[in-house]
């Protein structure tokens, strides 16, 4: 089993900056992929932010520019530097990463989210 905790979310003012963190623990070989999404009150999940193993990334439009995604792959964590951030970057933040087991297979996680605040 793999636990994903994160941690970092908070209350900030337009403009300001968050520093996400998610961390993997359990039985894990690898990950190749490590992403962050994200949920505002009545809409749909989207994806915030992805990297890989090897430090590829790939961003949501509306980040574009402000967030920056990282990895620690030593320590199996994945970061979110949240910049110049807007209202409209409330929600709850959730980790996601694929997991390779010890017996190859492939799993999905997810933690327990974040909620994100950014008043005007």
């Known amino acids: 089993q793999v636990q994903l905790v994160e941690s970092g979310g908070g209350l900030v003012q337009a403009g300001g900056s968050l520093r996400l963190s998610c961390a993997a623990s359990g039985s894990i070989f690898s990950i190749p992929a490590m992403r962050w999404h994200r949920q505002a009150p009545g809409k749909q999940r989207e994806l915030v932010a992805a990297?890989?193993?090897?430090?590829?990334?790939d961003y949501g439009d509306s980040v574009k520019g402000r967030f920056t995604i990282s990895r620690d792959n030593a320590k199996n964590t994945v970061y979110l530097q949240m910049n110049s951030l807007k209202p409209e970057d409330t929600a709850v933040y959730y980790c996601?990463?694929?997991?390779?087991?010890?017996?190859?297979?492939?799993?999905?996680?997810w933690g327990q989210g974040t909620q994100v605040s950014v008043s005007s």
């Open positions: 990297i890989t193993t090897g430090g590829s990334t």
């Open positions: 996601n990463a694929d997991v390779r087991s010890y017996n190859s297979r492939l799993y999905a996680y």
